[in-house]
């Protein structure tokens, strides 16, 4: 099982980046997806998390009305297009998969912090 984020960079605030997460190893069209990010000295945010058929989203609190994920399973591909950046939301972005004990989605998006497979990051730095 391999995910593979791109799509970071820097931007300045108030600007948007669209991050991809490319699945591999498995079939994703049955299995949540859900995203987080680390900031430096803190601890890694869960921040989304989509159902395999994009019928519900969760979100954390820090992104709401500013981040939407999204699917193409086709592409076994999953986005996170994040508008409105703040500077707060500088980190390394994560995708992430725990298919066997979490299919959909929970609620709680804490729960997801043992997901089994991650990709390796990819940098969001918004600055002026």
């Known amino acids: 099982v391999q995910l593979l984020e791109s799509g970071g960079g820097l931007v300045q605030p108030g600007g948007s980046l669209k991050l991809s997460c490319t699945v591999s190893?498995?079939?994703?069209?049955?299995?949540?997806i859900s995203w987080f990010r680390q900031a430096p000295g803190k601890e890694r945010e869960g921040i989304s998390c989509?159902?395999?058929?994009?019928?519900?989203?969760y979100y954390a609190d820090s992104v709401k009305g500013r981040f939407t994920a999204s699917r193409d399973n086709e592409k076994s591909t999953v986005y996170l297009q994040m508008n409105n950046l703040k500077p707060e939301d500088t980190a390394v972005y994560y995708c992430?998969?725990?298919?066997?004990?979490?299919?959909?989605?929970?609620?709680?998006?804490?729960?997801?912090?043992?997901?089994?497979?991650w990709g390796q990051g990819t940098q969001v730095t918004v600055s002026s």
């Open positions: 989509i159902n395999p058929k994009s019928d519900i989203t």
């Open positions: 190893g498995f079939n994703v069209d049955f299995y949540a």
């Open positions: 992430a998969t725990d298919f066997r004990n979490y299919p959909l989605c929970p609620p709680d998006l804490s729960l997801l912090q043992g997901n089994d497979y």
